[in-house]
């Protein structure tokens, strides 16, 4: 399968600043990457689509200007959490979507720990 | 509102045992179902899916039923063993209008299997 990773695995930060998350896909290019969030014993929750050469797709309930997305190239994407606070703390994984059919598995990445102070 | 939901959020089976995990989702436009294992502090890993146009899909230990008029679908794993111990992700696809593929996740289902 897919490999994917993500930098850092966890963080912890003051509220008000700003983390970046990394997303890889290192196996293959990946036009689309996906963005979940998951908090305790909740399910993984999608936040947003990263489309390489375009806007990212948001889901409903998720704030753009907040979880900014970059799809800087066909192996990277980033999320940016600004201005952060402590209902921000959550578990962020990302995933690829696997080569050939549209209905194939993702692979997800090991996930990034935000603890927000 | 939950689309996709995993009633129990423990199941605990002896080693050598049957797993089964249940699912049910509320969605009909949901057109593929996925099983996902997740590890403390990893992201989830694919095992088993099925299309919604079979009722049955079997990898080796693990078997995955769909009855598409329950909106159910079960996760079987046979013998269970103790690595095998882990949550267990139900998720569903869904085409969007934008042609992309959108996974529902249930809460999950931890599994411990005891030896």
């Known amino acids: 399968g897919a490999v994917v990773s993500q930098h850092p695995s966890r963080v912890i930060c003051k509220s008000g600043t700003s983390v970046k998350i990394e997303c890889r896909s290192l196996d293959f290019q990946a036009t689309t990457m996906f963005w979940y969030r998951q908090f305790p014993k909740q399910s993984l929750m999608l936040m947003a689509t990263?489309?390489?050469?375009?806007?990212?797709?948001?889901e409903q309930g998720v704030e753009k200007d907040k979880f900014l997305i970059n799809h800087a190239s066909l192996t990277l994407s980033t999320l940016t959490v600004t201005s952060a606070h402590p209902e921000d703390s959550s578990f962020y994984i990302c995933?690829?979507?696997?080569?050939?059919?549209?209905?194939?598995?993702?692979?997800f990445g090991p996930g990034t720990r935000l603890t927000v102070l | 509102d939950q689309q996709v939901k995993q009633n129990s959020p423990s199941l605990s089976v002896q080693e050598g045992r049957i797993s089964i995990l249940n699912c049910d989702y509320t969605n009909s436009m949901f057109d593929y179902f996925l099983w996902y294992k997740k590890y403390p502090a990893e992201g989830p890993t694919f095992l088993i899916s099925?299309?919604?146009?079979?009722d049955k899909n079997e990898d080796g230990r693990f078997t995955v039923f769909l009855n598409k008029s329950a909106k159910h679908l079960s996760l079987h794993i046979v013998p269970s063993q103790p690595g095998d111990s882990a949550v267990y992700f139900c998720?569903?696809?869904?085409?969007?209008?934008?042609?992309?593929?959108?996974?529902?996740f249930g809460k999950g289902t931890k599994l411990t299997v005891n030896p």
């Open positions: 099925i299309s919604s146009i079979k």
């Open positions: 990263s489309n390489e050469g375009s806007k990212a797709t948001y």
């Open positions: 998720a569903a696809s869904l085409i969007t209008q934008g042609g992309s593929e959108k996974l529902v």
């Open positions: 995933s690829v979507p696997g080569p050939g059919l549209l209905y194939n598995e993702q692979f």
